[in-house]
């Protein structure tokens, strides 16, 4: 009968990844057919409203030729999306200064992308390819490194606060700190910058504002609801400087942040359910064997060596989970 339930039970988590790679699917399908079916009936209305003016303007001036009038307004468009300055007041305006190529630059490294920068010529579409290829890697890594630096003051010490001074244990501790940084990234990255976009372009909603933020920070592309571009160049300037800032120190919070839900006891458990039994064996230790229970894994590794030293060496542990180990050298070798 054992050995029945091990069985069904090693199926079931064989299993996970493959139930959860469907529900995935189901999930993306669901959205797409979300937004088709909230769209579609906005973009048709708009789309009407649109060739009714056009006609309307046609009766009115029957020398425009449509085929002509259709020309131009797609070549205006066109510019328009590109954010090249078209009418005559705005001729001397241009979008390719030190500041603006900077802004595309950090937008491309970050993978955000911008729908009003974009390569016209060969000579630039080439050496962004290059470019990119280089300097995306290398944006990422120098991220990581950075969100590497806070964990210990971001993380680790808030954690060690609390079971010092709290006597929590280390997985309550770590629940609660993750709830608390989760608040404080949700108020100060989208709720503060939102309030701040709606004060500044006042015809814009909360809600607006918020996806705009939202858009930035998710590296997804401001696409047509970019902040300013009604502005002066000098304000579309400073603007495009601070949301470089913006989305830099962005993403590397959003990346402190995540290592610090991934060291959730909670987070590694779900990990291993879904990853299977070849998941992340330690050191020959497959994690079956590893206990992320409250009762029996209390205490915070602390190493001899850095955490961030590479070393063929394994780290010794001083935890009471390493003596469990060592209490077990047969389990170890027959796995």
């Not at 400087?241 to 993403?251: D, I, N, P």
């Amino acid at each position: 009968m054992a050995w029945l339930v091990s069985s069904l039970g090693l199926s079931c988590q064989i299993n996970a990844f493959a139930f959860l790679l469907l529900s995935y699917m189901l999930f993306v399908v669901l959205g797409g057919l979300v937004f088709s079916a909230v769209e579609m009936p906005v973009e048709k209305e708009l789309r009407e409203e649109v060739e009714e003016l056009l006609r309307l303007f046609l009766q009115e001036n029957p020398c425009v030729q449509q085929s002509r009038l259709s020309e131009l307004l797609e070549n205006v468009l066109s510019a328009h999306q590109s954010d090249v300055a078209v009418l005559k007041a705005d001729a001397d305006q241009s979008n390719y200064g030190f500041t603006s190529s900077l802004y595309f630059v950090i937008v491309t490294l970050t993978t955000m992308g911008s729908d009003s920068y974009t390569p016209k010529s060969d000579e630039a579409k080439l050496f962004c390819i290059f470019y990119c290829t280089l300097g995306i890697p290398l944006t990422l890594f120098i991220l990581t490194l950075l969100s590497n630096l806070l964990l210990p003051v971001v993380t680790y010490a808030p954690v060690h606060y609390l079971r010092t001074h709290w006597t929590l244990h280390y997985t309550r501790a770590s629940v609660i700190h993750a709830t608390l940084l989760s608040a404080l990234v949700v108020t100060l990255l989208f709720l503060l910058p939102a309030l701040l976009v709606c004060l500044v372009e006042p015809e814009r909603s909360f809600l607006d504002a918020l996806f705009f933020c939202f858009l930035v920070l998710s590296t997804v592309g401001q696409g047509g609801n970019s902040v300013g571009r009604s502005w002066s160049p000098a304000a579309k300037e400073t603007l495009n400087l601070l949301t470089t800032c913006y989305l830099l120190v962005g993403l590397v919070v959003l990346i402190t942040f995540k290592e610090t839900v991934l060291q959730l006891p909670q987070v590694h458990a779900v990990l291993r359910l879904f990853s299977g039994v070849q998941y992340a064996e330690l050191e020959g230790v497959h994690l079956d064997e590893l206990t992320l229970s409250e009762e029996n894994c209390e205490e915070e590794p602390q190493y001899f060596s850095s955490i961030c030293t590479v070393s063929s060496t394994p780290l010794e542990s001083l935890s009471p989970c390493s003596d469990l180990q060592r209490a077990r050298p047969s389990t170890l070798q027959t796995t």
